[in-house]
């Protein structure tokens, strides 16, 4: 089983949509959990921590279920400027030196 | 403040030829990182360093090297340079390990392909 797996997309939306990825890991000592985009050729960023709890941050919310090592981006009033390569991404280790990336879930937004 | 620089931005090398990749960070950082992406896969780890002078092996080190003599500075080496080293490589850093500094910070990175 690889160690995160993302759903293979692409995803393609409408301005306005809701969309949500999906992401599931392997290793269940996972310290720590992410979101990250990446923009057509260039560098990922961070988009958004993961917290056990679940975490919101303007349109995106994020969502972590340990029990099912899965987590989960939902993205609302879908933009344009929404549309990138989102990338579940995975701490394997105390030390926070292993993150595990996945393959990644392409979105494209269109008008 | 430029964050991570990497030099060179695109390079092209033959079979057997070596070189070197620098990467700089200004944000005093104590952990920096090597990856390569190559199409259909994630992200994958080379090598990393936690702190000036230290180095280790991430999940796909054989082929290169790598050295951290300045903390702003991770070097990362081809020494004979093969074909299935083509790819674009990631620079990054971060500055700790506890949870709410444990963000990293990303390259623009280098695109290198090899003949």
């Known amino acids: 089983r690889k160690e995160v797996e993302q759903d293979p997309g692409p995803f393609n939306v409408p301005e306005g949509a809701t969309v949500a990825f999906n992401c599931t890991y392997s290793?269940?000592?996972?310290?720590?959990f992410f979101w990250y985009r990446q923009d057509c050729r260039k560098e990922p960023k961070l988009l958004m921590s993961?917290?056990?709890s679940g975490n919101e941050d303007g349109r995106f919310t994020a969502q972590l279920n340990r029990a099912s090592q899965y987590i989960s981006l939902l993205i609302r009033d879908s933009k344009l400027s929404d549309s990138a390569t989102y990338l579940c991404v995975v701490n394997a280790n105390q030390a926070g030196t292993a993150l595990i990336f996945g393959k990644g879930t392409t979105l494209s937004v269109s008008s | 403040n430029a964050g991570v620089t990497q030099t060179p931005k695109f390079r092209v090398l033959k079979t057997g030829q070596s070189m070197t990749l620098l990467c700089a960070q200004d944000?005093?950082?104590?952990?920096m990182y090597w990856y390569r992406q190559d199409p259909g896969m994630g992200l994958r780890l080379i090598h990393y360093s936690v702190g000036e002078g230290t180095t280790a092996k991430g999940e796909v080190p054989d082929g290169y090297n790598v050295s951290r003599l300045k903390k702003q500075n991770f070097l990362l080496g081809l020494e004979s340079a093969a074909p299935s080293q083509t790819s674009v490589y990631f620079c990054?850093?971060?500055?700790?390990?506890?949870?709410?500094?444990?963000?990293?910070?990303f390259g623009p990175g280098t695109r290198l392909t090899v003949l």
């Open positions: 290793n269940s000592a996972s310290q720590s």
């Open positions: 993961v917290y056990s």
């Open positions: 990054a850093s971060s500055y700790s390990i506890r949870q709410e500094k444990r963000e990293q910070f």
């Open positions: 944000m005093n950082h104590e952990y």
